[in-house]
T-cell receptor, first 116, second 110 residues
Framework: GESVGLHLPTLSVQEGDNSIINCAYS??????FIWYKQESGKGPQFIID?????DKRQGQRVTVLLNKTVKHLSLQIAATQPGDSAVYFC???????????????FGQGTILTVHP | SQTIHQWPATLVQPVGSPLSLECTVE??????LYWYRQAAGRGLQLLFY??????ISSEVPQNLSASRPQDRQFILSSKKLLLSDSGFYLC?????????FGQGTRLTVV
């Protein structure tokens, strides 16, 4: 099931440092992955996505890396800013049935705190 | 453009009272709809998932139920709330891949 009952892991960094947030996914059939950012009291917001036929994708200050061999996903944030402080979730899904994608399964999340 | 509306934003209910949270999506048709719960400092727990009208999948046994009376309407209900039902409830929709979330309902059962 989901991560109920588990305290979220935390990552503390200094402003300007690079941050790396990791996520292990469970379904080897998953072929689409997303990172979300959730600020306190708000719903999660899309950051960046990657398909399983890629191993790296870059956005503005963010990079997602996918290692299908070990089912590992990471989010790299360059020059981390105080506004990046939030909870970050990875999510996986697949259309193994050949139709539309099914439900998203979320990782447990990581709390990122950026110190000025 | 697509939008998702979820209300109310906050709710305080006594133990044993009923619950009805509503979520509606605009600008899309036949979306996948989700209800998640998030306890303080915890991750997202998927409660219910729907691929169409009247089609509900329950992910965890609990005191809650969900219904989808219309294509873009998803309702989370309870007949009698428990203290353990307190949490942050999030509605979300997805069409193909990316999911979009509502702003959430903070439920406190007292």
């Amino acid at each position: 099931g989901e991560s109920v009952g588990l305290h979220l892991p935390t990552l503390s960094v200094q402003e300007g440092d690079n941050s790396i947030i990791n996520c292990a996914y469970s379904n080897s059939a998953s072929d689409y992955f997303i990172w979300y950012k959730q600020e306190s009291g708000k719903g999660p917001q899309f950051i960046i996505d990657i398909r399983s036929n890629m191993d790296k994708r870059q956005g503005q200050r963010v990079t997602v890396l996918l290692n299908k061999t070990v089912k590992h996903l990471s989010l790299q944030i360059a020059a981390t800013q105080p506004g990046d402080s939030a909870v970050y979730f990875c999510a996986e899904t697949s259309n193994a049935g050949g139709t539309s994608y099914g439900k998203l399964k979320f990782g447990q999340g990581t709390i990122l705190t950026v110190h000025p | 453009s697509q939008t998702i509306h979820q209300w109310p934003a906050t709710l305080v209910q006594p133990v044993g009272s009923p619950l009805s949270l509503e979520c509606t999506v605009e600008g899309t048709s036949n979306p996948n709809l989700y209800w998640y719960r998030q306890a303080a400092g915890r991750g997202l727990q998927l409660l219910f998932y729907s691929v169409g009208i009247g089609q509900i999948s329950s992910e965890v046994p609990q005191n809650l139920s969900a219904s989808r009376p219309q294509d873009r309407q998803f309702i989370l209900s309870s007949k009698k709330l428990l203290l353990s039902d307190s949490g942050f409830y999030l509605c979300a929709w997805s069409y193909d891949t990316e999911a979009f979330f509502g702003q959430g309902t903070r439920l406190t059962v007292v």
